[in-house]
């Protein structure tokens, strides 16, 4: 059974808050990408519409490399990359689970992603932008 959840985050330093909402339970990837993997980032992949930036968006700077279509937002002052539009889906946020309050990478289904090949599994990704369709 999906219950939907809210969940707020930010960076270290507090400047830059954010809320998101998903359904649990949640599968997130873990990216073995050169990036990724460095980060220990961890991917909720969410449509926009289930973004909303609280406070901090003259905070952010802004790293794309490669393509340019990925938006990797950063905390300018504690340098904390907490979600960004990813280029898999540019549709919607990504968020780094880890930097959700009161919450640890057990409250979600962590699944690999083989970001080293992206090309060849990116397509994978696309519906979890898309706005869930639920049933009355």
Not at 33 to 41: D, E, M
Not at 48 to 67: I, P
Not at 90 to 108: K, Q, W
């Amino acid at each position: 059974m999906m219950a939907n959840k809210t969940f707020e985050g930010g960076c270290h330093c507090g400047v830059v808050r954010f809320r998101v909402e998903t359904d649990l339970p949640a599968t997130v990837q873990a990216c073995n990408c050169s990036i990724c993997a460095k980060a220990g980032y961890l991917h909720l992949i969410v449509p926009t519409a289930h973004f909303q930036l609280l406070q901090g968006q003259q905070d952010l700077s802004c790293y794309t490399f490669n393509t340019g279509v990925a938006q990797h937002l950063f905390c300018r002052h504690c340098g904390i990359k907490s979600f960004y539009v990813p280029r898999s889906n540019p549709d919607g946020f990504s968020v780094n689970i880890r930097c959700l309050d009161n919450v640890t990478p057990d409250n979600f289904i962590i699944e690999a992603f083989d970001g080293q090949n992206w090309e060849q599994h990116a397509a994978g990704l696309t519906h979890l932008s898309q706005p869930i369709q639920r049933q009355e």
